[in-house]
């Protein structure tokens, strides 16, 4: 019964992932809404060296690490 | 509303046409960092360049070099008895130093239209260290590309060079390594080459919430086994004046999870973006981090930024002052003189601008950026504490990039 469920789940994560459910989303962004994300300051990666250079001062001040992500968001058109 | 009709209809074709992708990105950028102190400086140059190249539609190369020119004066001894006594500090034996650390690194990746898989390697190399590291993250859109799915994963192979310490009895006859002379030669005995294995997993998540937010969640964990003390640090223990070197666990888990987010604000011709992060690790070593940026265009080709960062840390549940180490002992069998991991804050101030050129007419560059940076860190760290006479730092950077 519960892996019934779960693949039921699977399958439907998978096909709304793809957007491949048939059904619009309306709650989404869509591309033409992207005009302000499209701009370079709104780019969570807009400088990957100046980046880099700020965490390697950090790693050898601060006890912690982490906390960089994987870049994304933006037009969303590549 | 003052982005005008004209930059807005750029915009939106940007966004459905794609963004301009050079073929070939070279970017190089000098840091400067100095860290004063009456007895203990420390000053950092860092440069680096990187390049990179498209291959055919889907494929692209990189390659990077980075050196660290580090000069200066470290403690040695943590908690000399007479020094503290003196009321001069708590660093004993502070010892001027040069040296060079240097990282060449290259990379490959692969990217479809929803998909991105990268891998690289890198190896860094100095008198007492030596690094491998192996790389690989894949990223991948859903929803419409709403979301951003990355997975990353690194992998370090380290030495360290370290006194060979084969005869002491117990972690409080260990010796401190004396020079980095006969490090990684072959047949010398005084000195041994340690390891380290290190692994990095990085999820993150990242949400086109709105058509002006981003919303970014995710996590790291990390496992070090290895040795991680410093080889030349001693630290003083007890009340009969032994200084043996460092000596910190061999096994280190540690945890971070994230949050940030970025708003566009048109009205202002600028964005705002802030971040909170949580930590901890198996040395109990807990923290929290807060940053904020402000960037805001002044015309076309110019953007200004000022930014912020709140650091918290408790000190490594072995941590302590370099008084208590000496009239109550060591906790355990561990001791450090380590600032990274003794209770701190740090307050972080920071201006930045950049300039970019895109040619209207068509010509040998795509993109020119131009990019400064300034920084001031406070720190607050506990009076008898390492490095406690380090109270603050500077950071300037000066960077260039050109798109082919």
């Known amino acids: 019964m ?77 | 509303m003052q982005l005008s009709r004209a930059t807005l209809v750029l915009l939106a074709a940007a966004a459905l046409g794609g963004p301009a992708h050079a ?42 070099y980075e050196v660290d020119m580090v000069s200066g004066a470290t403690p040695r001894a943590y908690g000399s008895p007479t020094e503290t006594a003196a009321g001069v500090d708590a660093v004993s034996g502070a010892t001027s130093f040069s040296d060079q650390r240097q990282q060449a690194r290259g990379g490959l990746s692969v990217n479809t239209a929803l998909v991105g898989l990268a891998a690289g390697y ?32 690194t992998r370090n192979f380290d030495s360290v060079c370290d006194q060979n310490n084969q005869n002491a009895q117990g972690p409080l006859d260990l010796l401190a390594l004396a020079s980095s002379e006969n490090c990684f030669k072959v047949g010398v005995e005084d000195v041994v080459e340690r390891k380290v294995a290190t692994h990095t997993f990085e999820p993150s998540l990242v949400w086109t919430a709105t058509p002006r937010l981003l919303l970014q969640g995710g996590g790291t964990l990390q496992v070090i086994d290895g040795f991680q003390s410093s080889p030349y640090r001693r630290v003083f223990v007890g009340s009969q004046g032994r200084a043996p070197q460092e000596h910190v666990p061999t096994l280190r888990q540690r945890y971070a999870l994230f949050a940030r987010a970025r708003l566009a604000v048109p009205e202002a011709r600028g964005a705002v973006s802030v971040m909170a992060r949580a930590y901890r690790d198996t040395w109990d070593l807990r923290a929290a981090t807060a940053e904020a940026e402000l960037l805001k265009y002044l015309g076309p080709s110019i953007i200004v930024g000022a930014h912020s960062r709140y650091h918290l840390q408790s000190g490594a549940i072995f941590f302590r002052t370099a008084t208590q180490y ?31 050129k895109r040619p209207q007419n068509k010509t040998w ?8 940076k ?20 500077f950071t300037s950077m000066a960077g260039v990039a050109l798109r082919f």
């Open chain 2, 374 to 393: 300034f920084d001031i860190m406070k720190y607050v760290t506990e009076p008898d504490g390492p490095s406690s006479d380090r109270k603050g730092a």
């Open chain 1, 2 to 78: 519960a892996s019934r469920f779960f693949s039921k789940a699977l399958l439907v994560l998978v096909l709304a992932a793809s957007g491949c459910a048939g059904k619009t989303h309306t709650w989404l962004v869509k591309p033409h809404q992207r005009a302000y994300l499209a701009d370079r300051i709104m780019r969570l990666d807009a400088n990957p060296q100046q980046k880099k250079a700020d965490q390697h001062v950090l790693v050898y001040r601060e006890g912690a690490m982490g906390g960089d992500g994987t870049a994304g968001g933006g037009c969303g058109c590549n």
């Open chain 2, 326 to 356: 000496r009239t109550l002992g060591p906790v355990g069998q561990y001791w450090t003189g380590d600032r990274e991991l003794s209770p701190l804050r740090m307050l972080l101030g920071g201006l930045t601008l950049a300039f970019l």
């Open chain 2, 122 to 153: 890198s190896y860094g190399w100095e008198k007492d260290y030596r690094s491998h590291t192996l790389s690989a993250s894949a990223r991948g859109d859903f929803l419409e590309r709403n979301f951003t799915l990355g997975l990353a994963y």
């Open chain 2, 365 to 372: 560059y795509e993109e020119f950026e131009l990019n400064v």
């Open chain 2, 23 to 64: 073929a070939v990105e070279a970017s190089s950028n000098v840091t400067l960092f100095r860290e004063p102190s009456a007895k203990t400086p420390v000053q950092v140059i860092h440069p680096q360049v990187d390049v990179s190249a498209d291959l055919g539609k889907w494929a692209g190369v990189n390659a990077g």
